[in-house]
T-cell receptor
Framework: EDKVVQSPLSLVVHEGDTVTLNCSYE??????LLWYKQEKKAPTFLFML????IEKKSGRLSSILDKKELSSILNITATQTGDSAIYLC????????????FGTGTRLKVLA | DGGITQSPKYLFRKEGQNVTLSCEQN?????MYWYRQDPGQGLRLIYY???????QKGDIAEGYSVSREKKESFPLTVTSAQKNPTAFYLC???????????FGPGTRLTVL
């Protein structure tokens, strides 16, 4: 059965800390992995990782795909209170279907 | 402005009633999706459509129905057969050539 597991489920840190969020997956035929940030309502897109693009960076956020370990990490450096959100990982269940399986998310709270 | 709209924002329903949630996009995306999100859980796929007049069941399609008569629109009907419909419903769309999904603001459905 296809599945995506995120860890930790929740995390509380102080401003300035660095955090690492994990996503591991088991899917039929991997093609892409997506990271989203969900603050209140609609998730907003962060990164897409594929076999041809295994590392992405945007400002204080970066993500790496490890196809051998079937996992990905999302790093946030110098965290700010505005980083408080649920971070969702999604993996395409079968290549070419664009059907994604989402993990349960990691709830991050950054304290001032 | 391009984007995805969902309406209504909040919806209350009595048990035994069918309700229809609206989702419209003007991004010219071929694929559209419906997800359900419950507290402490990730997004679960209800239905998805990769092209007009075609759609597939997701992981939790029972008690739901959809139609895709126009490229811009993908309404979701929550029928009385859905035993636990109270949840937050998210609609998304993506280009056919990429799985990167863009989400609407969501509809929170409460069954009284």
């Amino acid at each position: 059965e296809d599945k995506v597991v995120q860890s930790p489920l929740s995390l509380v840190v102080h401003e300035g800390d660095t955090v690492t969020l994990n996503c591991s997956y088991e899917v039929t035929n991997f093609r892409s992995l997506l990271w989203y940030k969900q603050e209140k309502k609609a998730p907003t897109f962060l990164f897409m990782l594929t076999s041809s693009g295994i590392e992405k960076k945007s400002g204080r956020l970066s993500s790496i795909l490890d196809k051998k370990e079937l996992s990905s990490i999302l790093n946030i450096t110098a965290t700010q209170t505005g980083d408080s959100a649920i971070y969702l990982c999604a993996v395409e269940a079968t290549a070419g279907t664009y059907k994604y399986i989402f993990g349960t998310g990691t709830r991050l709270k950054v304290l001032a | 402005d391009g984007g995805i709209t969902q309406s209504p924002k909040y919806l209350f329903r009595k048990e035994g009633q069918n309700v229809t949630l609206s989702c419209e996009q003007n991004l010219n995306h071929d694929a559209m999706y419906w997800y359900r999100q419950d507290p402490g859980q990730g997004l679960r796929l209800i239905y998805y459509s990769q092209i007009v007049n075609d759609f597939q069941k997701g992981d939790i399609a029972e008690g739901y129905s959809v139609s895709r008569e126009k490229k811009e629109s993908f309404p979701l009907t929550v029928t009385s057969a859905q035993k636990n419909p109270t949840a937050f419903y998210l609609c998304a769309s993506s280009p056919r050539t990429s799985g990167m999904q863009f989400f609407g603001p969501g509809t929170r459905l409460t069954v009284l």
